[in-house]
């Protein structure tokens, strides 16, 4: 009976416990170690897998709002801009190197206010997707965000942002022109603006990329939409070295709109169309024009210094510690 | 404890004392080695000039993160290892005579990631900074973002960015200090926001690191990549100093910005 095994998790601990598990079979069917001696062993080991198999549901039910968040038939940022303003006028580049149409910029109308639109798309069809790099973007997209977030803040438009990245492109020239200082800069700029800003995940929110445009006054988050600092397959890879444990890290690093809400990082979760907003783009399109029109007439009643003041609180309280001394 | 020690980057082997004396740099190819935060300390701050804010914070498991290894566990060993209770010391100091706010971070500790109470010592540096109205300096060593915190570790990014705003409000200067290697979620908040960024040569200074990168390009990438030099030639870092000059370079920094 080698319950040592089971005491470490082991990488991908479903094999491991099967394993274990077979094994104490084989011993029970030797006649020797029939009997009583292994009543305790036995009821730890079936403790042990009762709740690895309860991880290993939440571990599923968590992988499914993963793909959820990143089906390419989800309504995309595209597709909320032509459903919800009017007048959209879309703007194109960094004015320093390039355009990066992973970033979606432009001015459009909501309830007779400008406002000022952010967002990434990450294609539906193989040339969408190169068109826009699967909504990974390089420096010049968000030095685009900085520029048009400069325009609404002279202006007085408010800005809503609709976040959809897998992450920020990983590459050598996006390196070179400064990737980190870019999403940097554009995470700043969010902090500085003296005008309202509502950030809806729509989809997957990942790390600094998704960041980059989701410092807002407050932030929505579509029910089946993820919201994460690293992607559960470089978790896995980094912490397990074993992709098999791509799920766990899912579960393990929560990502989803109710662990979110409950760890205040989302101030709204928007519900959608039964079965995922796929099922329903068109409704899914009017629940967010409905809860954007609500918010940015909640937002307006306060004077820049105020909003500026309270995203800068609302983004500061952020953490757990503990503290025996003060300083 | 072994007389000799090998450069990891020339091969060739060094006197633990001449390497120690040297401030752990290799005196044949000027390799600048990763310094713990007390040893950074000692040679950046005047002599007794440094005092410790929040040494007794420390993170708590709160997501209960599922892994082979408790947070818990991780954490005790780093404090072990390090004797340091987080990935970042911050206190009061002087540089050449001038009172500065300093953070130092510490890659031995978890690799030096970004989580709760890193965020919360940041923030509470920048508010000793705009109280007493004196430069705010990191020092940057980090792997990224704390992921036994999940989106927390996301939220200290934005968290770190929004105090080190509030510096910049008061027109305060903030120079940071990029030492190997600093990257991921660090690189892409605080760091790369300071008036002055200087860095320690050959430092590694990226948001994704050369693995990620070469693998998702589907190429070898150049032995330069992402380096203090190539970061010079990109226009991303204002000056490359060696350890020993980055104490003056501070000093004068300071003098420039403060009459």
Not at chain 2, 2 to 14: D, L, M, T
Request: aromatic share 8%; proline share 4%; with cysteine.
């Amino acid at each position: 009976m080698d319950l040592k095994k089971l005491k470490e998790v082991p990488k991908s601990y479903v094999k491991e416990i099967l394993r274990s598990l077979s094994k104490f079979e084989r011993l029970k069917k030797i006649p020797f170690f029939a009997g009583i001696h292994f009543k305790d062993a036995e009821k730890e080991l079936d403790g042990k897998i009762e709740g690895y198999r309860m991880i290993d549901r939440q571990s599923a039910r968590v992988w499914r709002i993963v793909e959820l968040s990143r089906d390419g038939r989800r309504p995309q940022c595209l597709d909320y801009v032509k459903g919800i303003f009017t007048d959209f006028v879309e703007l194109s580049g960094d004015r320093l190197a390039g355009e990066d149409k992973s970033v979606m910029a432009g001015l459009g109308k909501i309830g007779g206010r400008t406002v000022a639109i952010l967002g990434q798309n990450k294609g539906k069809d193989t040339k969408e997707r190169i068109k826009y790099n699967f909504g990974m973007s390089v420096p010049e997209g968000y030095r685009k965000s900085i520029r048009i977030m400069d325009i609404a803040d002279r202006f007085g438009f408010p800005v809503v942002t609709f976040v959809d990245t897998p992450a920020a492109y990983a590459g050598m020239e996006a390196e070179d022109k400064g990737q980190a200082g870019a999403i940097a800069t554009s995470i700043l700029k969010m902090f500085e603006v003296s005008v309202p800003i509502i950030v809806v995940l729509i989809g997957e929110g990942g790390s600094g990329g998704a960041l980059a445009l989701a410092v807002g006054n407050e932030v929505a988050m579509l029910e089946n939409s993820t919201y994460s600092v690293i992607t559960p397959e470089g978790c896995a890879a980094i912490l397990w070295r074993d992709p098999a444990g791509t799920k766990l890290a899912a579960r393990a690093l929560k990502i989803t709109s109710p662990d979110l809400a409950r760890l205040k990082v989302v101030d709204r979760i928007i519900h959608e169309p039964m079965g995922g907003a796929h099922n329903d783009p068109r409704r899914m399109v009017k629940i967010v024009k409905r809860y954007l029109t609500d918010a940015l007439g909640r937002w307006s009643k306060f004077s820049g210094e105020e909003l500026k003041m309270m995203r800068a609180q609302r983004f500061e309280k952020f953490g757990f510690f503990e503290e025996t001394d003060t300083f | 404890m072994e007389e000799k020690i090998k450069c990891r980057k020339c091969g060739r082997e060094i006197e633990r004392e001449a390497f120690l004396l040297n401030l752990r740099v290799c005196p044949y190819c000027n390799d600048h080695t990763i310094l713990g935060s007390m040893d950074r300390i000692l040679i950046t701050a005047d002599e007794g000039s440094f005092r410790e804010f929040s040494r007794d914070m420390k993170s708590v498991d709160f997501l209960k993160f599922f892994d082979l290894k408790s947070y818990k566990e991780r954490l005790m060993e780093a404090k072990l290892k390090t004797g340091l209770n987080e990935a970042i010391v911050t206190g009061e100091a002087k540089i050449g005579g001038h009172p500065v706010a300093l953070g130092v971070m510490d890659f031995g500790f978890m690799g030096g990631s970004m989580g709760s109470v890193v965020g919360e010592k940041i923030r509470r540096l920048c508010d000793f900074s705009i109280k007493k109205v004196v430069p705010l300096i990191i020092f940057a060593s980090s792997g990224g973002a704390r992921m036994q915190e999940g989106i927390m570790s996301l939220m200290q990014m934005a968290k770190t960015v929004s105090a080190v705003n509030r510096v910049r409000e008061k027109k305060i200067p903030y120079f940071c200090i990029i030492t190997y290697p600093t990257s991921g979620g660090v690189s892409a908040s605080f760091a790369t926001i300071a008036d002055i960024i200087i860095s320690e040569p050959g430092a590694l200074f990226c948001f994704a690191g050369p693995r990620v990168v070469s693998q998702t390009i589907k190429k070898e990438i150049p032995p330069d990549f992402g380096l203090a030099e190539r970061n010079l030639k990109n226009g991303q870092v204002d000056m490359i100093a060696g350890r020993k000059e980055i104490r003056d370079t501070l000093a004068r920094l300071i003098r420039l910005f403060s009459s």
